[in-house]
C-alpha cells in the first residue's frame, strides 16, 4: 500500500476515513445564530474586482419560472407558466450583486395579477434591496385566445408568445413594453400572377407559393394608456388579415384559400400595413415590428423591420430573424 496517497472525499486505501464529510442530515435546522455566522464572499477584504473597473448596465437572473396571474380583457384571470427574467446596473465600485434578492423581491408579489404597474411596483421594490439605480423585469409566457374557424363554427385554442417588460431608469421614468409574436399566411402577389398567367396563356393549373410568416411587435404604452393583448392581436388581424387557423374542415380550408387570395402581400406590404394600424393606436407611444416570411420558393427567407420613427426611440436595428422561425 505504500505510495497510495491520502483521500479527502474518499476511504483511503490503508482504511482511512475520508476527511471530510458527505453525509447530508436531512433534520438539521439552522439557527438565527448560525444563519448569521455563515460566510458572505462580499464582505471578503481582498477580493477584489476582476478585470476592467467599469460600471455593468445588466446583471442578474434569467427564466426562473413562476405560475402568474394575468387579467384578460374580458375581465377573467389566467394562471399562465411565466419566465421571468429580472436585471439591474452595477456601479464601478461594486463587486457584484445578491442574485436571490431579486428572485425574492418577486416572490412577494407572486399572488398579484400582473399588468404593467404592478411590474413597476416590483421595479421599485427591488431597487431598494440591491441598492441600484437601473432595473428591468421581463415576464414571458403564452397566452391562449379561442378562436372561431372561418366558416364551420368551430373553435380552437391559438397561443401566442407574449412578454410584458418594465424599465426604470435612474431618472425615476418607468417605461412599459408589450412583446407579441403573431403567425400569418402570406401569399406571393408575383407568384399568383404568374399562376393566372400559365392558366389563361397556356391552360396550365399552377399553384401559387405562399408561407407561413411570423411579426414580432415590440410595443411602447403611451404614458397613462394600456392596450390589452387581444386588442394586439386584433390589430394584427385587422391589418394581415390571413391569421394562421386553428380547426379546420374542408369549408374552412376553402375560405382560407380565399382570404389568402384577398390579401396577398410581400413582406414590405406586411410591415407596412402593421405599421398603418399601430401608428393610429393612440395607446402606442413607440413600435418596432420585424417580419419574416419563411419562404417556399427560396430556401431563404424574405424578412423586413420598421419602426415609428420616434426621436430618440426605437430604430429598425433588429437582426435576429432566425429566432423567427415558426
Not at 84 to 91: H, I, K, N
Not at 92 to 106: C, D, P, Q, W, Y
Not at 167 to 187: E, I, L, N, P, Q
Request: hydrophobic share 40%; glycine share 6%; charged share 25%.
Amino acid at each position: 500500500m505504500s505510495g497510495k496517497k491520502r483521500m479527502y472525499l474518499h476511504s483511503s486505501a490503508d482504511g482511512t476515513l475520508p476527511r471530510l464529510a458527505r453525509a447530508y442530515d436531512p433534520l438539521f435546522r439552522p439557527t438565527a445564530k448560525y444563519r448569521a455566522s455563515l460566510p458572505d464572499v462580499m464582505d471578503a477584504a481582498h477580493h477584489p474586482i476582476q478585470g476592467a473597473h467599469v460600471p455593468i448596465q445588466q446583471v442578474g437572473v434569467s427564466n426562473f419560472k413562476l405560475p402568474l396571474k394575468f387579467r384578460t380583457k374580458k375581465g377573467g384571470v389566467l394562471t399562465l407558466e411565466t419566465s421571468v427574467t429580472g436585471t439591474v446596473s452595477l456601479e464601478a465600485e461594486l463587486k457584484g450583486i445578491n442574485m436571490s434578492r431579486i428572485v425574492r423581491s418577486f416572490y412577494d408579489h407572486k399572488r398579484e395579477v400582473f399588468t404593467g404597474e404592478s411590474v413597476g411596483r416590483i421595479l421599485k421594490a427591488y431597487l431598494r434591496r440591491v441598492e441600484s439605480k437601473d432595473a428591468r423585469l421581463k415576464l414571458g409566457f403564452s397566452y391562449p385566445i379561442l378562436q372561431p374557424s372561418l366558416r364551420s363554427g368551430l373553435k380552437g385554442y391559438q397561443f401566442y408568445n407574449v412578454a410584458f417588460e418594465g424599465v426604470m431608469t435612474r431618472t425615476g421614468k418607468y417605461r412599459r413594453f408589450v412583446h407579441f409574436d403573431f403567425v400569418y399566411s402570406s401569399a406571393c402577389p408575383c407568384s399568383a400572377e404568374l399562376a393566372e398567367h400559365a392558366r389563361d396563356a397556356r391552360g396550365v393549373y399552377a399553384v401559387p407559393h405562399s408561407q407561413r410568416s411570423k411579426a414580432r411587435l415590440t410595443l411602447e404604452e403611451a404614458d397613462g394608456k394600456k392596450i390589452w393583448i387581444e386588442d394586439v392581436h386584433a390589430l394584427c388581424v385587422q391589418a394581415l388579415g390571413t391569421e394562421t387557423q386553428v380547426m379546420v374542415k374542408r369549408e374552412d380550408e376553402q375560405a382560407f384559400a380565399e382570404l389568402n387570395g384577398a390579401h396577398l402581400k410581400f413582406v414590405e406590404d406586411a410591415a407596412r400595413l402593421l405599421y398603418s394600424a399601430f401608428d393610429a393606436d393612440r395607446r402606442v407611444r413607440d413600435f418596432q415590428i420585424a417580419c419574416s416570411h419563411l419562404e417556399s420558393l427560396h430556401s431563404h427567407d424574405a424578412v423586413s423591420v420598421i419602426c415609428k420613427g420616434v426621436k430618440g426611440g426605437f430604430a429598425a436595428d433588429f437582426m435576429d430573424f432566425s429566432s423567427l422561425i415558426c
